[in-house]
């Protein structure tokens, strides 16, 4: 007899991070996993979940066993984003197959050809995160699509540069009248904790996430080592780079959480640890895996990507605003 296991009410970080640890944790054999409490469905929690009853539907297939899903019939709107064939049941819509609106992006692949020229890598991300925030902020402030496509941007350019993997996953909503845009990015790369251990002697997947949301930290790259066999374990850009672009190696990830702090929310999932941080501080959760999720809950209106990484500069370099040289963003 299959052992069900209930499939949590609301995918908030905490829920859908405890969700992923109890699955990783369950010893092999017949499952079923009953979705009929299931109504609460974020991006954040929708990718990190789906990623998880892929691995854990895998898992138990090596072992012989299978894995069934009960009471998910009726879950339009999960079904309309592409969740449950994002958990390899064959139900909805296909991931990318909804067309999105000022409300929401269905869950979605990006794949891109790691073989390719970095400048390529970053125009490929740069078009699909002008797209995203286009679509999301119709007819809104520049400064406010500069915010949404910055996160975007950045999160993505982290995943190809970083993971090891050609594919990412993304999904968002908004919610125009509260002012609030949720953007979520996952790979099932390499993790956070092997980009820094060498580099930072990060011991753990909690000393990892944390590590890698300070300001200057930076991980082994596409460019610096392409395939991870290298001795290099990631390299810093040079103070006079750094000074000449918004989007600087050891920055993104920092700006990012930074951003969401005022008003919003960002969380970070990688290994056993999701990190959460927000106005109130930031706290630590178990969870489980295997590449990197992002969670950026960020007001729409709120201080320039201008202003922040300009007051990130002076901090950093010592310059004030009439000297500090004016970043350059992507055009919108």
Known sequence: MATTIAFPRSLDVTSTAGFCHKLSALPTGQYAIDFAEFTNAPPFGMLLAASAVRVFVARMGVAGFTVQALRYENKSYQAHMGFFQACG???????????????????????????????????????????????????GRRDAHARLHYCLFEIMRNVFE?????????GAQAWPTKGLVEVAILDEG????????KKYGVASDAAAVQKAIEEGVSGATLKDDPFGFGPQ???????????????????????????????????LASGDTCLVCSSAGQDLRSSAHKGVAVRAALRIEG??????????????????PSTRPRPMLDPL
Request: glycine share 10%; proline share 3%.
């Open 89 to 139: 049941l064959n139900h909805g819509k296909q991931p990318g197959q909804a067309s999105g609106s000022r409300t929401y992006i269905p869950l979605t692949k990006l794949d891109v050809d790691l073989g390719a020229s970095i400048a390529h890598i970053h125009d490929t991300v740069n078009r699909r995160a002008t797209q995203l925030a286009r679509l999301l902020l119709p007819g």
């Open 162 to 170: 970083h993971s090891r993997s050609p594919t990412l996953w993304y």
């Open 190 to 197: 390499v993790g956070i904790r092997r980009n820094l251990e």
């Open 233 to 267: 374990s990631g390299v810093d850009s040079d103070a006079e780079d750094d000074r000449e672009s918004a989007h600087n190696s050891g920055y993104g990830l920092y700006v990012v959480s930074q951003m969401c702090r005022s008003g919003g929310e960002f969380a």
């Open 303 to 320: 201080e320039s990507v201008e202003q922040l990484i300009q007051r990130v500069a002076t901090k950093k370099f010592g310059e004030t």
